[in-house]
């Protein structure tokens, strides 16, 4: 991990840490743009996987940064962080990152719920892929059973971990939050199956608003990463 605090190369005051961190943003959201545009021209195989390996790939990508606490735009950076004024710090710095990280929790939920609705209103015609048009419920028993399934495998795997290299608070950390994302996602179905019972219709306004996250996202880590890195550098240690 010492290799990710070494000086970046984008040419910035950012370790290597923020510049992946930053090129992995950017590549992401182009991958969700041209998902998007397949989308729109009903290009439906092409958009599956591009969409399912870009949110698996994004997955994987914040799962790292919130075990290793060191990609991206240092949340809890503290003053000595920033460079600039501590009016522009609290009044334009704080809020952009703390709506940015807000985000962030939404696309994650967001990431993982297009991921199984894609799956779940997809039918296959003469071996065309193409959405469901039909009604796409399910019911509170079966979430129920599912999560249940869900928390008893991720506590046995933390369990494992606990017993093979001790306890950690970190840990608990990030599996409790992987089981709070699991319950947020169900909560998501739950709500909006109301709202939208049609599975294809469901998807593709979902896909739409789940887009425009993702852009807004890129927007304010990038504006996040200039004032931190470009026009304000602080003393990062």
């Known amino acids: 991990m010492e290799w990710l605090r070494d000086p970046g190369f984008l040419g910035t005051h950012a ?3 923020a510049d992946l961190s930053q090129l992995m943003a950017t590549l ?3 991958l969700f743009v041209i998902g998007w545009v397949q989308a729109r ?3 439906a195989d092409a958009h599956h996987w591009l969409m399912f390996g870009g949110m698996v790939s994004m997955l994987a990508f914040f799962v790292a940064y919130y075990l290793f606490r060191q990609l991206g735009v240092l949340a809890v950076e503290g003053k000595e962080g920033f460079g600039g004024s501590q009016a522009l710090y ?3 710095f704080i809020p952009v990152l703390t709506f940015h990280i807000i985000l962030v929790i939404i696309g994650l939920v967001m990431a993982v ?3 199984v609705l894609g799956f779940r209103s997809q039918q296959f015609i003469d071996g065309v892929r193409s959405l469901r048009e039909s009604r796409l419920q399910t019911s509170w028993k079966k979430v129920s059973l599912i999560f249940t399934c869900v928390a008893i495998a991720v506590l046995a795997l933390f369990f494992s971990r606990v017993s093979a290299s001790g306890f950690s608070m970190r840990k608990m950390e990030v599996y409790l ?3 709070v994302l699991v319950a947020m996602v169900f909560a998501v179905e739950m709500a909006i199956q109301r709202i939208w019972p ?3 219709r469901r998807h593709r306004a ?3 608003f789940t887009m425009i996250i993702y852009c807004v996202l890129f927007v304010t880590g990038s504006f996040t990463y200039t004032m931190l890195y470009i026009l304000y550098p602080g003393k990062i240690g």
Do not use: E, S
């Open 41 to 43: 021209k009903r290009q």
């Open 90 to 92: 609290d009044y334009v």
């Open 15 to 17: 370790t290597i840490g």
């Open 198 to 200: 049609n599975g294809a």
């Open 113 to 115: 719920y297009m991921i």
């Open 206 to 208: 979902l896909g739409t």
């Open 28 to 30: 992401f959201t182009g």
């Open 177 to 179: 939050g992987l089981l």
